[in-house]
């Protein structure tokens, strides 16, 4: 599971973000054990995370930096050696970040243990690099990188938390490559389970440039008997007049799906691709990977998760994950949203708690900012929907009423006060 994430200088992100999936006070019941103590406590994580903000704001962004983190974890020995240096993409609207590094960093529970894992790039060479783990709660370093020590110490190995080989991996890394990338390449024991964690989490699906592999992943899961008969349930209770869902093998993997609708005769069966309404392409295209998350628990990063889906199955979508009966493994969905009806009463129960809300504002220089709805220590009874209109938490545009309509009526070229 995901507890935290952590970044600085990439995208529209100048300084640091900082994104928590660790239960507060605020919390009313979505939060699920992670079988952790702090302080005492016992510690819970959040299995849904959603963040508004105006157009442009960054939202986007937080999740496209957690997969290029991935990326970098899964690809930098390969594919960053046939390039020089680093292909990041720091904070553009400064010249003075490109000569400064991007930070990214993620906590994690690895087998009831957390483990802090992180790096820093610059243009051209892996900056630092750590991994931190807490058995028992203490932690152990288990390495630390400094690009700036001498040879013989920028790669470090204090106390015995890590064994296995050490030296060797040290010979392989690369100054552009991350060392745990080299050591999960080799299958190192200790650091394979943090490397297969980027592999098996981390999933972005996305309502546009991704449609077609969102739809094909689905397509890929309706092979599975066992699986269909899921996604044909989900279909039913999406009230989308669905039956069921018929696949017809024409190319080699390429199927061709129609579904049988309910009429007051007999099923009229529609092309999948051609025939049916775009929310109900949507929804079946999100269902699949949301199946696929749930089934391993892993973290789904879901951009505009509302996009041509009503309210109501959105809320629905975001409960499976609160719901410990439908998400036994502990999976997570970190999505962006615009519809504020999920933040109000409008639903049997608001599908959102106060600390599972986060908001983005872009400032005057560009610059993002990430903090949550819960900072403006928002009442249980108060509507979060009607506030956040009203813009007391923030994250909407700086709109001016009639101010469009003022600018269209001026004559071109007129000065605008």
């Excluded at 390429?254 to 392409?281: K, N």
């Excluded at 108060?382 to 956040?388: A, T």
């Excluded at 309509?405 to 605008?416: D, V």
Aim: with cysteine; hydrophobic share 40%; charged share 25%.
């Amino acid at each position: 599971m995901l507890l935290r994430f952590r970044a600085s200088n990439i995208l529209s992100f100048r300084r640091e973000l900082e994104l928590w999936l660790v239960a507060t006070e605020f919390n009313e019941g979505t939060s699920m054990p992670a079988g952790l103590r702090s302080e005492g406590r016992d510690v819970a994580f959040l299995p849904v995370v959603a963040i508004y903000g105006a157009n442009a704001s960054g939202k986007t962004n937080v999740l496209a930096a957690l997969r290029w983190m991935r990326m970098a974890v899964l690809n930098s020995l390969a594919e960053w050696s046939k390039g020089t240096g680093v292909p990041r993409e720091p904070f553009a609207l400064d010249p003075v970040a490109r000569g400064e590094s991007t930070l990214l960093e993620v906590d994690i529970v690895l087998a009831g243990v957390r483990h802090v894992y992180g790096f820093e790039v610059s243009d051209d060479r892996v900056e630092t690099e750590w991994l931190h783990v807490y058995p028992h709660g203490r932690r152990q370093v288990w390495f630390e990188r400094d690009a700036e020590a001498t040879a013989d110490a920028r790669i470090r190995f204090p106390g015995e938390g890590l064994k296995g080989p050490r030296t060797e991996l040290v010979a392989l890394t690369r100054p552009n490559a991350l060392f745990l990338t080299v050591a999960a390449s080799f299958n190192h024991p200790q650091l394979a389970p943090v490397h297969r964690w980027f592999a098996e989490n981390l999933w972005f699906t996305n309502p546009r440039p991704d449609e077609p592999r969102r739809h094909a992943f689905t397509r890929r899961l309706l092979a599975d008997p066992g699986m269909r008969g899921r996604i044909e349930s989900l279909l039913r209770s999406a009230d989308l007049g669905v039956l069921s869902i018929e696949v017809e093998e024409r190319d080699p993997g390429v199927p061709r799906i129609r579904l049988a609708h309910r009429t007051s005769a007999e099923p009229v069966m529609l092309d999948f691709d051609r025939q049916e309404s775009q929310g109900t392409q949507a929804w079946l295209a999100l269902v699949g990977p949301m199946l696929s998350a749930l089934d391993e628990g892993s973290v789904l990063l879901a951009d505009e998760l509302d996009s041509s889906l009503h309210p109501v199955l959105v809320a629905e979508a975001i409960r499976l994950f609160n719901d410990p009966e439908a998400n036994r493994r502990g999976a997570q969905l970190i999505c962006t949203l615009q519809d504020v009806t999920l933040l109000g009463n409008v639903h049997t129960r608001r599908p959102l708690d106060r600390d599972q809300v986060w908001l983005t504002t872009k400032g005057r220089t560009g610059e993002s900012e990430l903090y949550p709805l819960t900072d403006a220590r928002p009442r249980k009874e108060d509507s979060l929907e009607r506030g956040y209109l009203r813009g007391r938490y923030g994250g909407i545009p700086r709109v001016v009423t009639g101010e469009m309509s003022s600018a269209l009526a001026a004559p071109p070229g007129a000065a605008q006060a």
